[in-house]
């Protein structure tokens, strides 16, 4: 090979090699940054509890009806012209709150139906059933008695869905939130649809 030849090789190759480095230097386009989670918005449309207004068992009556417009009972549908029962064990608020709203025509064009009772055997009528703050020590018992499908439980207390329950209403930095067992809720026959999931706080 030739001197002249191999002169050029040798600057073709620098061409090459030089245009590889320039490649490879250039900074790499920013990536976009991520899009705001959609829960975080959805979240702060949750009520506040706001002071000497509204009182948290007024919230919390409101957020059960809520709640139960997001909710499929495919083990029990219902038939037309039964009213959507709610019972309230033992005394509560947040009872007689929800025993204040009715009578109430609800979203699916059922009567809004409230049931005190004492004892957990005397819910068979019921949709749902809230077990208010006060009987942590017994929910082993309650929860059991009240494990029937097509039976949504919502309690107030720490801990209620670890022993069995299905939603969980706290309040955090003077907002309303809530804490879901979807798992459990299909075990017994229930559903919660996608926009109530997205709403819910973690376990």
Do not use: N
């Not at 948290?56 to 997001?70: C, S």
């Amino acid at each position: 090979m030739s001197k002249t030849v191999r002169i050029a090789l040798a600057l073709a190759l620098l061409s090459i090699l030089a245009a590889g480095v320039f490649l490879l230097a250039r900074p790499a386009k920013p990536s976009a940054p991520p899009p705001r989670k959609a829960r975080q918005k959805l979240l702060e449309r949750l009520p506040t509890v706001p002071p000497g207004e509204v009182s948290e068992g007024e919230l919390k009556a409101a957020m059960i009806l809520k709640i139960g417009e997001y909710v499929e009972w495919s083990a029990a549908p219902a038939a037309p012209g039964t009213p959507f029962v709610v019972g309230v064990l033992g005394d509560s608020a947040v009872g007689d709150h929800l025993v204040a709203l009715g009578p109430k025509t609800l979203k699916d064009g059922r009567s809004l139906k409230v049931l005190r009772v004492d004892d957990p055997l005397g819910t068979g009528p019921c949709h749902v059933v809230f077990i208010p703050e006060g009987w942590k020590d017994d929910w082993d018992l309650v929860l059991k008695d009240l494990g029937r499908a097509g039976l949504l439980l919502v309690g107030e207390e720490p801990g209620f869905l670890g022993a069995g329950g299905m939603i969980e209403l706290r309040v955090r930095d003077r907002r309303l939130r809530f804490a879901l067992d979807p798992g459990r809720a299909e075990r017994s026959g229930l559903k919660f649809v996608p926009q109530l999931v997205t709403l819910s706080e973690s376990p």
